[in-house]
T-cell receptor, first 110, second 114 residues
Framework: DAKTTQPNSMESNEEEPVHLPCNHS???????IHWYRQLPSQGPEYVIH???SNVNNRMASLAIAEDRKSSTLILHRATLRDAAVYYC???????????FGTGTSLTVIP | DAGVTQSPTHLIKTRGQHVTLRCSPI?????VSWYQQVLGQGPQFIFQ???????GRGNFPDRFSARQFPNYSSELNVNALLLGDSALYLC?????????????FGEGSWLTVV
């Protein structure tokens, strides 16, 4: 199974940018990098995904290293509603199998 | 539009009993997958179904089974419940089983085994 490594927890001040790192040194050439987040007592919510190039959407940006062995999720201005567990996931090419790690618990300080 | 809906939201069962969890995917979605999330851990993949056929299975014992119906809804069944089966069970759906399609999770079914 493809594995990802994330810090257990991070803190950020409200309205400041947050950079959430992820290492995936065993990534294969066809694995997509996905980020989901999970608020307390809710199911995971899609944030962003990419393959090789950096990606932007209304929620966040994804920066992928040139060798694809690491990536960084960037929240441009953290809000209290961004407090959640963020999962960096490699998607197995054959289907919907996502292999989650333990994620990074983000605390946003007012 | 309705998201992925799961039922029941909470339930308590006794060791040795059987449980059935239900999932309705987003309208138009043909792929459903199931995950188990134990407290403090990330979700673990159990099954994936696409067009009513099993397309993937995680490392779970045969006590776990699932099926997908013609309307693309799905059931997860767990027999001979153990205390360790206590978890949040998540259902996710997507348009197809391919790489590029985002999967959407439901709110989950909280199972407590006593």
């Amino acid at each position: 199974d493809a594995k990802t490594t994330q810090p257990n927890s991070m803190e950020s001040n409200e309205e400041e940018p947050v950079h959430l790192p992820c290492n995936h040194s065993t990534i294969s050439g066809t694995d997509y990098i996905h980020w989901y987040r999970q608020l307390p007592s809710q199911g995971p919510e899609y944030v962003i995904h990419g393959l090789t190039s950096n990606v932007n959407n209304r929620m966040a940006s994804l920066a992928i290293a040139e060798d694809r062995k690491s990536s960084t999720l960037i929240l441009h201005r953290a809000t209290l509603r961004d407090a959640a567990v963020y999962y960096c996931i490699l998607r197995v090419p054959t289907g919907n199998q996502f292999y989650f790690g333990t994620g990074t618990s983000l605390t946003v300080i007012p | 539009d309705a998201g992925v809906t799961q039922s029941p939201t909470h339930l308590i069962k006794t060791r040795g009993q059987h449980v059935t969890l239900r999932c309705s995917p987003i309208s138009g979605h043909k792929s459903v997958s199931w995950y188990q999330q134990v407290l403090g851990q990330g979700p673990q993949f159990i099954f994936q179904y696409y067009e009513k056929e099993e397309r993937g299975r995680g490392n779970f014992p045969d006590r776990f089974s699932a099926r997908q119906f013609p309307n693309y809804s799905s059931e997860l069944n767990v027999n001979a419940l153990l205390l360790g089966d206590s978890a949040l069970y998540l259902c996710a759906s997507s348009e197809m089983g391919a790489l590029l399609y985002t999967i959407y999770f439901g709110e989950g079914s909280w199972l407590t085994v006593v």
